[in-house]
């Protein structure tokens, strides 16, 4: 059971290049997006980012991002998955990042529509309905690996408690500000099949971002493109993370999680 926040490096990265890392959703993995962060190695730092389990998992978005913070400090940027986008938005807002990526993924729950008053179901689904290889394959809109599963879905026990915990946290606490006024730098991929966060989310996504940022929409990729087309993903990711130029010691020592509207 990880009972604090941990940081892989991906070896071989870009000396050079802005520090990035990747968030994963509500019941996924970090480990999920290995293949991604190879790919973006040759322009940036890439950390993935597993969150704390059970008894020792921050319930809401700013607490979890509070302890990455902790833990990884500021960063260049952010690349974030579904709920993902929540936790990036209090770092941003904290001026812990300068630029945001969000892949299939919304920084308040209405972005998401009218389904969006349901995903704390998203707690007893992982519990009660124990997602597998059908569930994880459905998320990804392509065939899931047997190995490659627990990446997807939450697979454990503790997983799944830990996923039935921080869903029926999401409505109980105030959503991040928009960043609409910030000076982040923003990109926005989404998946045209993505069957938990529609597309129809880019568009309100968008809208609270600052004026001029860039969306992509993926034609077959499902709820994880960092997952299931890394090469894409990076494709579109590695010249925006190149605008990015690593912070210096001065910024890095103001950051910490800004407060939510």
Do not use: N
Not at 87 to 114: D, N
Not at 156 to 184: G, M, N, W, Y
């Amino acid at each position: 059971m990880r009972r604090a926040v941990e940081l892989t490096d991906i070896g071989g990265g870009c000396e050079e290049g802005p520090r990035v890392l990747l968030l994963p959703g509500l019941g996924a993995r970090g480990a999920g997006f290995r293949a991604l962060a190879e790919r973006l190695a040759d322009v940036s730092r890439p950390v993935l980012v597993e969150y704390p389990e059970g008894e020792h998992a921050a319930c809401g978005a700013r607490a979890l991002a509070e302890q990455v913070l902790r833990v990884a400090g500021p960063v260049d940027a952010v690349v974030a998955s579904s709920f993902g986008g929540m936790v990036a938005a209090h770092l941003a807002l904290g001026g812990a990042t300068r630029g945001v990526a969000f892949l299939g993924s919304f920084t308040r729950t209405a972005h998401v529509g009218p389904r969006g008053r349901l995903i704390a179901m998203m707690g007893p689904i992982a519990v009660l309905g124990r997602p597998g290889r059908v569930a994880a394959s459905l998320a990804a809109w392509r065939p899931v690996p047997i190995a490659e599963v627990a990446d997807v879905v939450p697979t454990t026990s503790v997983e799944r408690l830990t996923t039935l915990r921080r869903a029926f946290a999401i409505h109980s606490e105030p959503p991040p500000a928009d960043l609409r006024a910030s000076k982040v730098s923003c990109l926005c991929i989404q998946g045209d099949r993505d069957v938990l966060v529609p597309p129809s989310t880019l568009g309100r996504l968008v809208a609270s971002l600052p004026d001029g940022t860039p969306r992509h929409l993926l034609r077959g990729a499902g709820h994880v493109p960092y997952f299931s087309h890394p090469e894409e993903c990076a494709r579109l990711l590695g010249p925006w993370l190149q605008t990015l130029v690593p912070m210096g010691l001065g910024a890095a020592a103001g950051a910490g999680v800004g407060s939510a509207a």
